[in-house]
């Protein structure tokens, strides 16, 4: 099949959500990918933070191949052998004590929002009316289904589907004073991504983590952290809030998870997780034995790349800040690790920028209208670095001489339209 067809074949028959890139990839290894015309691309967004091994990666390849010889799907009727093992050593490196297995990220903020609703509920019983109330922030972004879309502080997200779950206040991000202001006696839960991503690659301040924990902590509500896209080693840390210092009551994750098989969890506390009882929360396929078979591979690869990924990350950011220096267009670079974003002047040179960088094969996307967002797999090498910043050096430069060479044009018509009418 070539791309024109498959292109045909969607508008035909496909929902229309997604606003396509005209490429058919066929093939992935490593960092890289192929498309059905044989050119090769350097994936720097990793299926926006899924492939965080990169591509076949041999590890995954035979556990793969082993497990679904074994065993694919098992209803959560019965037991199989990987989801206890995956829990063990998920709570192992996030510090919290249990979790339960969906099939996305969205998925998991549902189950964490019901989560705060029913601790509120069981922990109130000396008669008071149960808190309901959840605070989330601006510019968040949670996912598409009716809970996360309601606690996503975007509204181009939220406005098309109101009315959406009630109880839901925003706070101004990393305002203390504002998340003061609003946290009172009815909030069971304050909800934050520790660093936004689909908002533009933005990492909540220490003073704003460190108030929302004291003021959940001093009232029994739950700090729930939404780690989707920067948890699971993206930072150079198994979680972003480690660099924190700060504990959560819940965590949510998915993308990398199961190195590209769709697989989420919710990680909580004891005291949280002890307000659910069978039958109120459950999944058909969360947490099958081929999904957490390979999340268990993806955390042992993992554990040998995490310096990998400091290192690397601290050299992509150093690269980053130097070509700041060079071009006045960069307003800031933010993030940790190799979850990185660099914010730029004007949302029409961020989106000529991610045009030339995929013509030039190179694979980008940009946040929030102005921000080139970089997800790339944590096996990159400082050569991949080095190649992405000196297509993104000859982008930005070229850029600029065609907005010269058209301001240069534009003030030259307006010269000779003021000459003409001062004739
Ligand atoms: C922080 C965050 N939360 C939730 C989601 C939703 O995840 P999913 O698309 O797997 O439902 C995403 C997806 O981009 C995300 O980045």
Redesign the pocket.
Known sequence: MNLASVIRSEERLLLPTYDRHKILFEKGRGVYLWDSRGNRYLDFLSG?GVNALGHAHPAIQTTLKRQAGQLIHVSNLFFHEYQAELAKRLTAISGLNRAFFCN????A?EGALKLARIYARTKNTNGHKPKWRILALDNS????TFG?LATTGQAKYRDPFVPLLPGVGFVRFNDVDDLKHQFDAGVCAICI?TIQ??GGVCPVSPEFLQMARQLTGDRDALLIL?E??CGLGRTGNYFAYQHYGVQPDIV?I??PLAAGLPL?AILMTNRVASSMNPGMHGTTFGGGPLACAVAIEFLRVLEELLDHVREVGGYFRRQLEKLKTRHECIREIRGMGLMLGVELNSSDVSKAVVSTLLQNRILINRTHETVLRFLPPYIIREKHVDEVIRALDSALTSNATKRRRALVHAIGRAHKQTLKESK
């Open positions: 926006i996305s990220g969205t998925e903020w972004f949670h996912g598409r996360s991504e991503g689909e939404d989707i896209q949510t998915a993308k989420g």
